[in-house]
C-alpha cells in the first residue's frame, strides 16, 4: 500500500470511528439538538435524584404575565417570584426541588432552566506583555457619538473613563457592595473599549494606553459581584435595562466578557433569548467565547493545540447564540507584527454544544492585554500582589492606573470599540451588516503548520481598517450557521444557510471561502481526527456530551492562567 493510499485508508477508519461514535451518543441523548421536555440538563438531573431536598433557582417561560390565578397555583407549590424578564416574557423564581416536576407540568410554564452561576471570561494576570493600541490611524474614526454598555462587574471612575464618558452605572447584582466595581473586572474591560489614554499621557511614559474606541461612551451595567461572579437572572436583568434604554443613551453596542458552559439549546436558553432580543432592537452584540480550549490540565508532548490537547465544544453561553458576534483570543508571540500571533490556546472552541453552531466568529487580541485598573478592586489586591517580584513591584502593573489581564474577557471588547467604529462611520448600519463586515474583513488564519481550523479561528483575525473600508451589506439575518454531518463523518454546513450561488446571509458574497478563508469546503470538511475526536472517550468541557454518569452541566466557569 502506498503512502497515500495508506493515508486515505486511515482517514477513511477515522471517519468511520466518529460516524460511530456519534450514532451511539444520539441514540442515547434520544435528540442531538435539544434536551426533551420542559426542564433543562442540570434541572433533569435535580428531578432524577433520589435526594430532592433543598431549594432550586430557576428562570421559566411563559405566554404572558401571569395573572392571578396562575400566581395562586405557582404559590401552593412553593413557588417564590423574584423578577420579570418581560423582554423574553420569562420570570426567575425559586421553588422546592421536590415540586419541580408539578411545577414544569403546569400548562403555563412553557420552559424552565437553571438559574445558575454566570462567571467573567478572563484567565489569571500574568507578568509581562507587549501593549495594544487601537490599530493605528483609522481614517480618524474613534466609535464617536456611540454608546457601548458593558454588561459585566461594574465601571469604577478613572482618569481614562471620566463621569462625562460614563453615561451612567447601574447595578442588578445580587451581590453586596457599595463600589462601582469591586472585582476591576468590568473597568478593565472598559478600558479597552474606549479608554482614552490620559493616564499615560499624563504620566509621560505610557501614551498608547488608549483603548479601540476611544471617542466611545459608555454605561455600566453591573451583573458581577466582587468575585466576578452573578446568576442568569442578574444577567437577563443587565440585558433588559440595555434594551429598555438604548435610545436614552443611544446604546449601540453591548459587551458581554462572562458566561456559562452550556446547559440547553440556544432556542431555550434564557440568555441567549435575551440576546436575540437586543441584537433585534438594533443592539450589535459582542461576547467571549470562553477560557475552555485546553483538553487537559498539564501539556503533554504530541498533543495538538501545544500539548494541552483541544477542547472542542467549549463555546460559553450566550456565546453560543447564532446571532451575537462570538470572539476568541489569540496571543502575540512578542513581535512588532501580528504574522505570528497564534490563538490562545485556553480560548474556547466551536462548535456550539447541543446546536452545533459554527464558533467563534472572529478571534482577535485577548492575552496579556493592559488596561484600566481600580486598584483596590479584588483582582489587584488577589492577584497583583502574588506577583510581587524580588524588587518588591508588581511585575503587571504600570504606575497606579494600568494592569494586565488575560482570557477572551479581553478580546470581545476590542471587537466591541471596531464595532462602535464601524457604526460612527455609518450610524444606519444594522447589527448584521456590522457582523458580516467584520467576519468578511477578518485576516484568514491556519495554524503555524498551515491547517485552517473555522472551530479555532471563525473567520480569522480582525482587521478593523479593512472593516472601516467594506461596503457589503446584509440583507438578511447573519446568524452563524449550524453544522451537519454525513455518512463519511464529513463536516458540512446545514444546506438551509445556503441560498442562490452559495450565497449566506443575503449578501453578494458566493464564495464562502472569503468569509471563512481559503481552507472551508462548505460541501464537506474534516476538522478532527483520532487525536482530538469529538466524540469518544474524551469528548466536550465536561467530558460528557450526553449520557454521561451523571448527566450534570456545572453551570461556574474557572479561569485559567493566561499564556506565559
Not at 486598584?375 to 497606579?400: A, E, R, V
Request: charged share 20%; with cysteine; net charge neutral.
Amino acid at each position: 500500500m502506498s503512502h497515500m493510499e495508506e493515508h486515505s485508508h486511515n482517514r477513511g477508519i477515522r471517519r468511520q470511528a466518529m460516524v460511530v461514535a456519534l450514532s451511539s451518543l444520539l441514540a442515547v441523548s434520544g435528540h442531538a439538538f435539544k434536551f426533551d421536555g420542559k426542564l433543562d440538563g442540570p434541572l433533569r438531573t435535580a428531578v432524577q435524584n433520589i435526594d430532592q431536598k433543598g431549594k432550586s433557582d430557576v428562570i421559566f417561560k411563559t405566554d404572558g404575565p401571569l395573572t392571578k390565578a396562575q400566581k395562586t397555583e405557582l404559590a401552593a407549590l412553593g413557588v417564590k417570584l423574584k423578577r420579570e424578564f418581560k423582554v423574553i416574557s420569562s420570570y426567575s423564581a425559586t421553588l422546592p426541588k421536590r415540586n419541580l416536576d408539578e411545577f414544569a407540568a403546569l400548562s403555563f410554564v412553557k420552559h424552565v432552566s437553571l438559574d445558575g452561576v454566570v462567571k467573567k471570561s478572563d484567565a489569571f494576570t500574568i507578568n509581562s506583555s507587549l501593549a495594544i493600541d487601537a490599530w493605528g490611524n483609522n481614517g480618524g474614526k474613534s466609535g464617536s457619538g456611540v454608546t457601548i454598555a458593558i454588561v459585566d462587574s461594574g465601571i469604577q471612575p478613572h482618569v481614562d473613563m471620566d463621569k462625562g464618558k460614563i453615561k451612567a452605572n447601574v447595578n442588578f447584582s445580587s451581590g453586596m457592595s457599595v463600589k462601582l466595581d469591586d472585582c476591576g473586572h468590568g473597568t478593565h474591560v472598559a478600558g479597552i473599549a474606549a479608554g482614552t489614554g490620559k493616564a499615560g499621557r499624563d504620566d509621560g511614559r505610557y501614551t498608547n494606553m488608549y483603548g479601540i474606541a476611544r471617542g466611545a461612551d459608555l454605561v455600566g451595567v453591573r451583573v458581577l459581584d466582587g468575585r466576578g461572579s452573578g446568576t442568569v437572572s442578574d444577567v437577563l436583568a443587565g440585558i433588559q435595562w440595555v434594551i429598555q434604554n438604548r435610545q436614552k443613551y443611544n446604546i449601540k453596542v453591548m459587551n458581554l466578557s462572562l458566561g456559562h458552559p452550556v446547559g440547553e439549546s440556544y432556542v431555550d436558553d434564557p440568555l441567549c433569548q435575551a440576546v436575540k432580543e437586543a441584537w433585534g432592537s438594533g443592539i450589535v452584540v459582542v461576547c467571549a467565547a470562553g477560557n475552555a480550549g485546553r483538553m487537559f490540565p498539564v501539556q503533554a508532548h504530541g498533543q495538538s493545540n501545544e500539548g494541552w490537547g483541544t477542547n472542542y465544544g467549549s463555546i460559553n453561553s450566550p456565546g453560543n447564540s447564532p446571532y451575537v458576534i462570538t470572539v476568541g483570543a489569540t496571543k502575540s508571540m512578542d513581535t512588532m507584527t501580528r504574522d505570528d500571533d497564534r490563538i490562545a490556546t485556553y480560548s474556547s472552541r466551536g462548535p456550539s454544544r447541543l446546536d452545533f453552531v459554527m464558533k467563534p466568529d472572529i478571534v482577535t487580541g485577548g492575552n496579556k492585554v493592559w488596561s484600566t485598573m481600580y486598584n483596590t478592586s479584588f483582582l489587584f489586591l488577589t492577584y497583583f500582589l502574588n506577583t510581587i517580584s524580588t524588587t518588591g513591584m508588581p511585575l503587571n502593573m504600570l504606575g497606579k492606573d494600568y494592569f494586565v489581564l488575560s482570557g477572551t474577557s479581553m478580546a470581545a471588547p476590542v471587537v466591541s470599540g471596531a464595532a462602535a467604529m464601524l457604526i460612527q462611520n455609518n450610524p444606519d448600519i444594522s447589527p448584521d451588516t456590522v457582523k458580516m463586515r467584520l467576519m468578511l474583513t477578518a485576516d484568514k488564519w491556519a495554524a503555524p503548520d498551515g491547517t485552517p481550523n473555522v472551530l479555532t479561528y471563525g473567520a480569522g483575525c480582525l482587521n478593523i481598517p479593512a472593516a472601516l473600508n467594506s461596503n457589503v451589506v446584509a440583507t438578511q439575518p447573519a446568524m452563524s450557521p449550524t453544522l451537519v454531518f454525513d455518512e463519511n463523518g464529513f463536516i458540512g454546513l446545514n444546506g438551509e444557510w445556503l441560498g442562490a450561488n452559495r450565497a449566506i446571509w443575503g449578501s453578494n458574497v458566493n464564495d464562502l471561502r472569503a468569509i471563512w478563508g481559503s481552507g472551508f469546503n462548505p460541501d464537506g470538511f474534516t476538522l478532527l481526527d483520532a487525536n482530538r475526536a469529538m466524540w469518544g472517550s474524551s469528548v466536550w468541557a465536561d467530558r460528557a456530551m450526553w449520557g454521561s454518569s451523571t448527566g450534570a452541566v456545572d453551570l461556574s466557569s474557572v479561569a485559567i492562567t493566561g499564556e506565559q
